[in-house]
């Protein structure tokens, strides 16, 4: 493999631990990642060295905490190709910075009847703000189907998008690991008049990601996914369409004028950061962003696709019919995300025996329910692929369903 | 570190192999309730047939973890033909055997409910290792949580 995961590994101190004698075997990246010593390192220089309010004072500390501040915002544009990094916007996580397109530009352009399009993929955090939206202002939702091979289906697109507003979808499903059609349906979007935004939440922290050759208007992703810590992510958005939205949340930091009988808002990016923002997560991230850049994202997903070739041989050759992984089959067009069904197991019994040997994987429905609705189960039990994870990694959770089989007879 | 052997007793996986009273019921005369764990996404559906103060017939539907469907299977065994003061007094000692943990989680104080001694859990004993595990208590409450709310709906029709 390209990688040299046992060095790798090194850089992240929580997985040099043993738990009741296991070696911790982490596997649900797709939830949230671990942290390098780097990432760390720099959270804590900020901290003990020159951490301060940004933005406010001229002292030295000050100065320095905006400049890396602002620095790592410069390195978070550049590490998606973005024209400037006045198109990053820090929000919470993808969650809020969805939530803010709902607000911000979905409040000033979706009116009693627009269309707003999705797919049966999403997560709840680009389904919910856009059902509060059908509630409170009576805009029609539409949904892009499933194929049988766990693609969107997009045999009725352009019929689906006539008369759109805005086209919102996943980059890499976080149940499937089905990667979609990112420019495709961009083109389609824009063909139809629509915008296009992209829940890039499993995308960007895996694979090379380059906002202008996606062709997308918003997109969305988190830190804590990624290397960096939780409390910081991102919305990227095309710097005209910024500029024309209204801000999502007033107060401090985000205000250029304040009168008695009126108020004032920054530029962009400063004017969606209302209030003290996460400085040192923003610098975390930064540090994140360069941890990734070293280590090169093409070597990430390189690795990630002969990992998860390995870990599909693998559990069909041990397992046969007793295992389904709700996923396309081919490891190039899929991210490292196996959502595994297993014999007549539920997904919460397989992951309390694979706890039993340190083994970490998630059990639940993803936050995708109507997914899980659509592929016909509850939940399933979901081991997610990093850049740490190595082929001993899988050969782990194998033996632990060889148990689990074991166990539930 | 507890033993899956003390969240997996053998009867615990008998009634998750073989679940007793499962199906459905015709509704009406049943009431219908349905219960969800949004933690994992199981679900319980419970059909009761109340005949005046008595619980006469109940049925257990959906799908979970062995916990939550073993939890489901021993309730219906126990609670079918009593009344329905019996089944909240049952239903009062098993959450008692449960809450101290579940309600700490929640955030509260975890203060124990007054309890009848003389109430025999049974079978039901079994699910006590359950607390060892506390992300699991969830799973083995969510049917007794479903029961409590159908007998309340049922009352008040």
Redesign the interface.
Known sequence: MGLDVARIKKDFPLLQQQI?GHRLVYLDSAASSQKPQAVLDAMDEAYTTYFANVHRSVYKIAAESTERYEDARRKIATFINSPSPSNVVFSKNVTEAINLVAYSWGRANLHKGDVVVLTEMEHHANIVPWLMLEEERGIELRWLGLTDDYQLDLTDLDEKLDGAKLLSFTALSNVLGTITPIRELADAAHAAGALCLVDAAQYVPHIPTDVQALGCDFLGFTGHKMCGPTGIGVLWAREEILDAMPPFLGGGEMILDVRLDGWTPKEVPWKFEAGTPPIVEVIGLGAAVDYLTAVGMDNVRQHEIELTGYALHTLQKRFGDDITIHGPAGPGARGGVLSIAFRDV????IS??LD?EAVCVR???HCA?PL?RRLGV??TARASLYLYNDEADIDALADGLDHTAT??G | MPGLEDLYREIILDHYRNPRNRGELPVPPAHRVEGFNPLCGDEVVIYLDVDGDKVTDLRIDGQGCSISQSSASMMSAAVKGKTVEEVRALTRAFKAMMSIHESALDGGDGELVEVDPDIKLGDLEALRGVVKFPVRIKCATLSWNTLAQGLDEAEVS
Not at chain 1, 346 to 349: A, I, N, T, V, Y
Request: glycine share 6%.
């Open positions: 009741d539920h997904p919460h019994d309390q025996i039993t059990a639940a429905h329910k899980m509850g939940a166990f539930f």
